[in-house]
């Protein structure tokens, strides 16, 4: 059976029609229009409090633990960042930990608040509690992490800076994501490694190139499903 005229149009625009739109908006406006901004977690902080919470809203495939070290030492906050990653049996240590954050100015980050169904609740008192935060130190900040879940609570994601950080489609916005991430944005990162041998430094930059064309692959390989993998592998930046 021939396809008619509509149907040829059709088939090609399903293949290339985001292809070529996105070309246009190369070509017409800019790049920035059509690539995903560098994860920036300044911005956010600078929006935060030590009432104002910040949450990562996570999706497959993302793991901001690893930029938010990066910046904790940026902020020389690394050794007063205290994790713990939420389930059962967690919450009272998570408590203990909130509490002694406003203390002492710690970061506290808690991970994982979708399994901690039983736990929100108190979470919710704890951020609502004006009293407990009277007096709070200003270096103090509270991180969580979770799925989108219907049972986080509404007051505390109302009242917080939220941020995503889905991973990137296609083998060039990987790369882009890994060469715009830490340390691999840093110039010293290439420009301090082998400095006094010329062919180890050009053997480097060539591994490191090697290496991030590797990992885009094999995150890349999770969209086709068992024909890329056949279990379902939970690849991150963390892994690189």
């Known amino acids: 059976m021939l396809l008619n005229n509509y149907e040829i149009i059709l088939s090609w625009v399903e293949i290339y029609g985001l292809l070529l739109l996105q070309t246009f908006i190369t070509n017409n406006m800019d790049a920035s229009f059509v690539e995903p901004p560098p994860f920036d977690l300044h911005s956010s902080f600078l929006d935060s409090s030590p009432t104002t919470p910040l949450v990562f809203l996570l999706s497959a495939g993302s793991d901001p633990m690893a930029s938010l070290f990066m910046y904790a030492k940026t902020r020389n906050m690394y050794d007063k960042t205290k ?39 108190e979470l919710e008192r704890i951020c609502n509690d004006s009293s407990i935060f009277k007096d709070s130190h200003p270096d103090y900040r509270l991180w969580c992490t979770s799925y989108p879940s219907s049972v986080f609570p ?14 990137p489609k296609g083998l060039k916005m990987n790369m882009m994501r890994s060469f715009n991430s830490d340390p691999l944005v840093r110039d010293k990162f290439f420009s301090n490694a082998f400095s006094k041998d010329p062919i180890k430094a050009k053997n480097w930059r060539r591994g490191v190139f090697a290496l991030v064309f590797f990992h885009a692959v094999i995150q890349e390989r999770r969209e086709f499903g068992p024909l890329g993998w056949n279990i379902p592998y939970e690849f991150n930046e963390s892994d690189l």
């Not at 994790?83 to 059962?88: D, M």
């Not at 509404?154 to 991973?167: A, C, I």
């Open 83 to 121: 994790t713990i990653s939420l389930g059962q049996g967690q919450g009272p240590r998570a408590e203990r930990m909130i509490l002694d954050g406003v203390k002492w100015g710690h970061w506290v980050v808690l991970q994982n608040c979708h399994v901690a169904i039983s736990w929100m609740g």
């Open 154 to 167: 509404v007051s505390v994601l109302q009242n917080s800076v939220k941020m995503t950080n889905e991973p």
